[in-house]
């Protein structure tokens, strides 16, 4: 009998052919799906079995996306539900002047807390989540290619979450505005630990953020089903993938700004104290190169989620797909080059100002090509009226007009008159809300079905919608009056007789309205989500979209992983459903007995091997809990217990990935149709030394912004550079690094040629980490007997920040090495190819250059030594 080849798995295989492989697979292996063999019994039994949820309390060692993506979702909204009521006690205090509700201080910790929430603990992690549960099945995959690393993440963002947000119950909430500008933020005028909790809590949740990044970004690139080109790639992955990148690129600048505000802080070394060769401006540019990146890291997943549900909603492809795809790209460069314009009341330079003011305005060129997509793609389909189009064209109106004064407080002269005013109150929480807030909950009623094989209430959405539609308006378009009128932002009255009494009184009553159908949608979402009938956990694809993710049917994804070669699969072939289910495609049970995925190259996703995963584990947890011990205690000064936490931290560390890295007997599986590929892989072809080289990436860019600041301070306070800077450790520094370097670089090679390889490499990495030591070791007395002190001078403090930092990572080396030596010893580190020692050793390599560029920046800079 002829074997029927769908029309996708045809154009999977006609485009194939018309272009090299990346890895040497034969494209026309995809003509044997869908397969027609019998499945043995018992298949799928077995495949529930392994990638069951674990029950009662060992629930909280789960680790599968479907689970940790849902408690993720739940945690960021309960955040966002949280900073509204810090919101309402605010508005309620401004709805009449001179009102005594709270003291001054404590509204102080209110828009503080507000802003810091809504930004650190709702924004960012709300698109995350959503990301860890919906991409896996959007691109095929069984889950996300580092599960443990995912639920460290939420455990470390829902504990340090939730200490942090319990901070203003105790009066030890931050009181300096979700920024935290030096001066005011030092400990002349911030006392107390107050500050601290902001600085060591958020520099810890960034953290968390972070390693979903990486997360997120290595599963786009290597985890997509087959056939799934970057031409083939759903928006919505598109989006996560350049949401990853930017975190990757511009949280760095977050936590090199609070590491440098606790160093002062804590040791008194003055890098925003103008009056010893410090700058308050420096906080200024390393806090928005990343806090203007951030509204676009927000802006893009969200935007691409708003419109893989526009297709859906108008039953038509996305008009202008590749433009929009370039859109959201040039979106995320540009963000990059526009950060000053937060400063243009500082006195910057006519160039820069009107540098920043055309980039203000151009990212807005992007933004504008994908509003155009969306209308398009309605006006030529068949909308769908239902809850979910009701937020998507609401939100596109909010986040228009909150577009139209983004523009305007662009332009330096206006920007002028509006900055630090409700008008830009106004102007934001338009952006934010109708950008993420609406399609955030337009998302909630269009993938619920998905989730639990239940639709939240239409009759009560469209009662949610007309809420928040009216609440928006009502509360915040009065702002723009109030701001033109003068009202600044952050304070917590103003005097009666200026005609600003009823603008805020209506913009409370919006704050109320908005309230309103939060706390609908939070009723109706309990009534569904408690329900006992809640069906077999299929997807119900009500609304008919076409993306993977309907297929979903349990903690495993999809019963097997489809050749996919349209943006919209389940349109493309109407029997896909039946095929995927019936097991006929790639991966339809567990050929190991574990927990498995299909790893795939990076732009065409021709299939490469099977990765074995990791399942439920404690470690995960126990890290996440001592890594916030850690933290927490260093705020309060609990020095040694802080210390122990962080030893019981790396003990948890270093056992979750103790086993991650393991040979199994068998060196190839049938990964279906026939198709043998092998279980285990190193070098660039794993998927771990793509996860190690963008964790170097984020190292680069937080030592980049360490080095900015040396060169900042230097170029504003030349006069305070007074210590000529040494040269002794220039020549047995540079020798000890290259030594180093050298030596991370020949482990591979010597564990691939030499019968006695894995002993040489773990001497070698030892020797690596012993010389970065005695470079560091070497390069901070040179400048102590030199007589630099880091309280002394912007110079002093500039120098051992950079010194302070590449201590933290040469800790890491040495925890590494003595890692890498362990396995070693245990066995566990066998030639010709080892997966943990292509990791560790791009860490030192990296490690080594780090330290090349500490110890020459401040010597080569000054030239003249003074």
């Known amino acids: 009998m002829t074997q029927r080849v769908p029309a ?100 102080n910790q209110l828009f503080t807390m507000h802003g810091s929430v809504m930004m650190f603990l709702f924004a960012v992690p709300a698109v995350e989540a959503i990301a860890v549960m919906l991409l896996p099945q959007m691109i095929g995959a069984r889950d996300l290619p580092f599960p443990r690393l995912s639920a460290y993440s939420y455990w470390a963002y829902l504990i340090g979450g939730v200490v942090f947000f319990c901070s203003i119950f105790v009066s030890l909430a931050p009181s300096g505005g979700w920024f935290m500008y030096p001066p005011l933020s030092s400990s002349v005028y911030a006392q107390g630990i107050n500050a601290d909790f902001w600085l060591l809590g958020i520099g810890f949740i960034e953290i968390s953020a972070i390693a979903g990044a990486i997360e997120l970004t290595v599963g786009v690139l290597r985890t997509r089903a087959p056939g799934m080109t ?25 936590i090199m700004v609070t590491f440098l505000l606790e160093l002062e802080r804590a040791f008194n070394w003055p890098l925003f104290d103008a009056t010893r060769g410090g700058d308050p401006l420096l906080y200024q540019h390393l806090f928005w190169f990343f806090g203007h990146p951030d509204v676009y890291i927000i802006f893009i997943p969200a935007s691409a989620m708003l419109s893989t549900m526009i297709v859906t909603v108008a039953q038509k492809p996305l008009v202008g797909h590749e433009i929009v795809v370039m859109a959201l790209i040039a979106t995320g460069f540009i963000s990059f080059g526009v950060w000053a314009h937060h400063m243009f009341t500082v006195g910057l330079p006519g160039l820069s100002a009107g540098y920043f003011s055309a980039a203000s305005m151009a990212v807005a060129i992007p933004a504008g090509a994908q509003v155009f997509a969306w209308i398009a793609t309605l006006a030529s389909g068949k909308v769908r009226r239902n809850v979910p189009s009701l937020f998507l064209i609401g939100g596109i109106l909010i986040f228009v007009m909150g577009g139209l004064t983004g523009v305007m407080v662009g332009m330096v002269a206006f920007d002028g008159q509006a900055h630090d005013t409700y008008f830009v109150v106004a102007h934001f929480h338009y952006v934010l809300i109708g950008s993420m ?8 009623y269009y993938w619920t079905p998905m989730i639990n094989g239940q639709q939240l209430s239409e009759r009560v959405g469209r009662w949610v919608f007309w809420l928040n539609f009216v609440g928006v308006h009502v509360c915040f378009l009065p702002m723009h009056l109030s701001g033109l009128m003068g009202m600044p932002r952050r304070v917590d009255t103003y005097l009666p007789g200026r005609s600003m009494e009823l603008p805020n009184l209506i913009s409370t009553l919006g704050a109320f309205i908005m309230a309103a159908g939060v706390l609908l949608f939070v009723i109706d979402a309990l009534r569904c989500y408690s329900r006992r009938d809640r069906g077999d956990g299929n997807a119900r694809n009500v609304y008919n979209g076409g993306t993977l993710e309907w297929l979903s049917t349990g903690n495993y994804g999809i019963r097997s992983i489809p050749v996919v070669s349209s943006l919209e699969p389940l349109w493309a072939d109407a029997r896909l459903r039946e095929d995927v289910e019936a097991g006929r495609y790639f991966l339809p049970g567990t050929t190991t007995g574990a927990r498995e995925t299909l790893i795939t190259s990076s732009s065409r996703a021709e299939p490469q091997y099977v990765q074995i995963m990791p399942g439920p584990a404690w470690s ?33 560390v270093m056992r979750w990935v103790w086993h991650n890295d393991r040979h199994i007997p068998q060196k190839q599986v049938d990964a279906g149709g026939g198709i043998l590929l092998p279980t285990y892989v190193a070098g660039p072809a794993s998927h771990g030394w793509w996860a190690a080289v963008l964790l170097v990436v984020v190292l680069g860019m937080i030592y980049l912004m360490a080095m900015f600041a040396y060169l900042y301070l230097h170029g504003a306070h030349p006069d305070a ?109 066998p ?32 030239w003249s030594g003074v």
């Open 437 to 444: 807030v609406f399609p955030l909950f337009a998302a909630f």
């Open 8 to 107: 996708g798995v045809a154009g999977a295989v006609s485009d194939a052919e018309t272009a090299p492989s990346e890895t040497g697979f034969d494209a026309r292996l995809y003509e044997r799906f869908p397969t027609q063999d019998p499945r043995p019994p018992g298949e799928l039994e077995a495949l529930k079995k392994v990638w069951e949820t674990p029950g009662g309390w060992r629930a909280f060692s789960a680790v599968n996306n479907n689970f940790i993506g849902f408690l993720f979702i739940v945690t960021a909204f309960g955040f966002f539900v949280a900073a509204g009521v810090l919101s309402l006690v605010m508005r309620v205090q401004l709805s009449a002047p001179l009102a005594g509700i709270v003291p001054q201080e404590t509204y």
């Open 721 to 829: 550079w007074r210590i000529t800077a040494p040269r002794g450790a220039l020549v047995p520094g540079v020798l000890l690094l290259g030594a180093s370097g050298a030596l991370a670089f020949a482990a591979r090679p010597l564990l691939a040629r030499f019968q006695r390889g894995s002993g040489l490499s773990a001497w070698a990495m030892s020797l690596s980490m012993l010389c970065l030591v005695a470079a560091l070791v070497v390069d901070a007395l040179d400048w102590w007997h030199a007589g630099l002190r880091g309280d002394a001078s912007g110079q002093g403090a500039a120098i051992f920040a950079m010194l302070a930092w590449h201590s933290s990572i040469v800790l890491a080396v040495v925890l590494s090495a003595l890692y890498y030596l362990a396995r070693w010893m245990r066995g566990l580190a």
């Open 230 to 254: 970057l031409a083939k790639m759903p928006l919505y992955a598109w989006a996560v993938l350049i949401f990853g990148v930017m975190i990757i690129l511009a949280f760095p600048a977050m």
């Open 620 to 652: 995960p947890l126990l890290a996440a809990l001592f890594t916030a011990g850690f933290f927490l205690l260093l705020t309060v000064k609990a020095l040694a217990l802080s210390a122990i936490c962080g030893v019981l931290t790396i003990a948890c």
């Open 831 to 862: 030639g010709p190819a080892n997966k943990t020692l292509e990791a560790l050793r791009i860490l030192f390599m990296y490690a080594a250059l780090e330290g090349a560029a500490g110890l020459l920046l401040p010597r080569a800079l000054p």
